[in-house]
């Protein structure tokens, strides 16, 4: 399948790009959140893609992806019964993945629900999809897209799945450090997230 396309971007708009790749020229619907990082026209370009077979409308689609953790974001909501790739684009779109995660790890449905498309039985359908890939999600974060105090999530979290935590578990209660917790060393992170694990 194809992974990722890199060439020159030919075309663009807040819902799609051409992209031009050794003479062959594909179209991608994008959601509006990579449309804000893409280049100038006649610049290089590289998207994360999946291509959609819509059986409904008989026809190929491609879709592209400025970040891994919009993808792997997109692939996870259209494996949910009736999300398709619109609604998907959408979520994407108007809310940033942090955002997304926050929304499930707090199963604040209201936050879903405000996104077009999506009504609070749909977002109740997202929260309880999708609180089982959460590390999923977290894993394929960029350092871009992370917050800057927690560039170091990602080292707690391995250390303690290493130790034998439940990687859902120690996600979300990773979420639940302060903003003092989150400037500590590395260890006393790790220190403080099992002991709040014991507490629940």
């Known amino acids: 399948m194809v992974y990722y396309l890199s060439g020159t971007l030919k075309e663009k708009s807040p819902t799609g790009v051409v992209l031009d790749v050794n003479g062959v020229g594909y179209e991608l619907r994008i959601p509006l959140s990579t449309y804000e990082k893409l280049p100038s026209v006649g610049q290089n370009c590289t998207l994360y893609t999946h291509l959609y077979l819509s059986f409904s409308q008989d026809e190929l689609r491609l879709y592209g992806f400025s970040t891994l953790s919009e993808k792997t974001l997109f692939l996870r909501l259209i494996s949910i019964s009736g999300i398709g790739p619109k609604i998907a684009l959408s979520v994407i779109s108007s809310m940033s993945v942090n955002m997304v995660i ?47 105090a927690e560039h170091s999530f990602a080292e707690v979290e391995k250390a303690l799945i290493a130790l034998g935590y439940n990687a859902k578990d120690v996600v979300k209660t990773l979420h639940k450090l302060s903003d003092e917790d989150k400037l500590l060393p590395l260890e006393q992170q790790i220190k403080i997230v099992i002991r709040l694990l014991y507490q629940k």
Request: hydrophobic letters at 35%; glycine letters at 6%; aromatic letters at 0%.
């Open 102 to 148: 926050k929304a499930i790890l707090t199963e604040e449905d209201g936050l879903l629900s405000k996104v077009p498309g999506i009504g609070k039985k749909t977002a109740q359908r997202i929260i309880i999809e999708l609180r089982d890939k959460i590390a999923e999600l977290t894993e394929a974060l960029d350092t871009t897209d992370r917050p800057e």
